[in-house]
């Protein structure tokens, strides 16, 4: 059995953004040489997500419109994990998106559904953040 595990590293320009990393996935994939297996990709952070959906802007916009309702930003001091921070809605926001997914390798490709395509979710940037891709297979 092969393994590869490698890290990508994202600093988003604003507080949330949404990117899609596919094609960042496929390229370690094709470097592994890993023909049918697993691909995990895994969120390495509290307060960022690893998540699959279509790549559509008005979605993804939906998306952040959707999760500001479930727990808006401010006011930052009506979160008790506050006190001394300001991220709270971004744990929130992360837990619902998710940490990670998992995909099929068939043929040397990833197994997505047609309008399948994987994001990284950011609702605490603006720093350094990093994900892990590890594939097994043969
Ligand atoms: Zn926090």
Redesign the pocket.
């Known amino acids: 059995m092969k393994s590869v595990t490698e890290y990508l590293w994202f600093c988003t320009p604003s507080r949330r953004g949404y990117v899609n990393i596919t094609t960042q996935v496929e390229e370690i994939l094709r470097r592994s040489g890993i023909r049918e297996g697993l691909c995990l990709v895994n969120a390495m952070h509290i307060?960022s997500s690893v998540f699959i959906n279509d790549d559509e802007s008005g979605l993804l916009a939906d998306f952040d419109d959707w999760l500001e309702g479930l727990a808006p930003h401010d006011p930052v001091d009506s979160y008790r994990?506050n006190r001394g921070?300001d991220?709270?809605d971004a744990?929130m926001k992360r837990q619902i998106m998710g940490r990670e997914v998992v995909v099929a390798v068939t043929e040397g490709r990833l197994d997505l559904g047609t309008w399948e395509r994987i994001f990284y979710g950011e609702f605490d940037g603006r720093r350094r953040k990093r994900i892990l891709v590890k594939i097994i297979g043969e």
Do not use: G, S
Request: proline share 0%.
């Open positions: 307060t994990h921070e991220n709270a744990h």
